[in-house]
T-cell receptor, first 114, second 117 residues
Framework: AQKITQTQPGMFVQEKEAVTLDCTYDTSDPSYGLFWYKQPSSGEMIFLIYQGSYDQQNATEGRYSLNFQKARKSANLVISASQLGDSAMYFCAMSQTGGFKTIFGAGTRLFVKA | EAGVAQSPRYKIIEKRQSVAFWCNPISGHATLYWYQQILGQGPKLLIQFQNNGVVDDSQLPKDRFSAERLKGVDSTLKIQPAKLEDSAVYLC???????????????FGPGTRLTVL
């Protein structure tokens, strides 16, 4: 069975510093995709970054990068140069081949301090 | 480009009543998803459509929940009868084509917050 684990219920980071949000996963499917979404207090889910299981390079999108360690089954999100607007819930998610069976972790709430 | 539209944004009902939610995905998106997000938890996939066909409804409580996507565009999710534990935000999302072989990101609507009293 698939599983996503986010062990950090809450994280604090100083503005302009980098922060890493942890995500570990479990699946028996050799082909899968990993996603990170941001959910501000307004409630809308915003796609941040994607990593495919066969991708050789770690994904990057602007200030977001995904530290993908396949052998350890981890897909941590790194946010560089944190901004006050980064304060939100962050969810790690995984889909099987064909985009099926998308599952989300419990989320990490990030607080950025001025 | 217009995003995913959902209505209503909020709904309060008594238990045992019925309720329906509507979703209009991004134009041209073949795949549509309905999620249930209980307060403090991550979203849980209820049903996934590819065009107007169901590809996954394994977590949909079929004794009370139903969903359809007529003509492969708009979708409705219905609960009948509602229970207290159905109180949650119901999120609709769409993606270009989940079966095309690449992992398209999902675009989410603003959600419908349901309170069952």
């Amino acid at each position: 069975a698939q599983k996503i684990t986010q062990t950090q219920p809450g994280m604090f980071v100083q503005e302009k510093e980098a922060v890493t949000l942890d995500c570990t996963y479990d699946t028996s499917d050799p082909s899968y995709g990993l996603f990170w979404y941001k959910q501000p207090s307004s409630g809308e889910m915003i796609f941040l970054i994607y990593q495919g299981s066969y991708d050789q390079q770690n994904a990057t999108e602007g200030r977001y990068s995904l530290n993908f360690q396949k052998a350890r089954k981890s897909a941590n999100l790194v946010i560089s140069a944190s901004q006050l607007g980064d304060s939100a819930m962050y969810f790690c998610a995984m889909s099987q081949t064909g985009g099926f069976k998308t599952i989300f972790g419990a989320g990490t709430r990030l607080f950025v301090k001025a | 480009e217009a995003g995913v539209a959902q209505s209503p944004r909020y709904k309060i009902i008594e238990k045992r009543q019925s309720v329906a939610f509507w979703c209009n995905p991004i134009s041209g998106h073949a795949t549509l998803y309905w999620y249930q997000q209980i307060l403090g938890q991550g979203p849980k996939l209820l049903i996934q459509f590819q065009n107007n066909g169901v590809v996954d409804d394994s977590q949909l409580p079929k004794d009370r929940f139903s969903a359809e996507r007529l003509k492969g565009v708009d979708s409705t999710l219905k609960i009948q009868p509602a229970k207290l534990e159905d109180s949650a935000v119901y999120l609709c999302a769409s993606s270009l084509d989940a079966l095309a072989g690449s992992y398209n990101e999902q675009f989410f609507g603003p959600g419908t917050r349901l309170t069952v009293l």
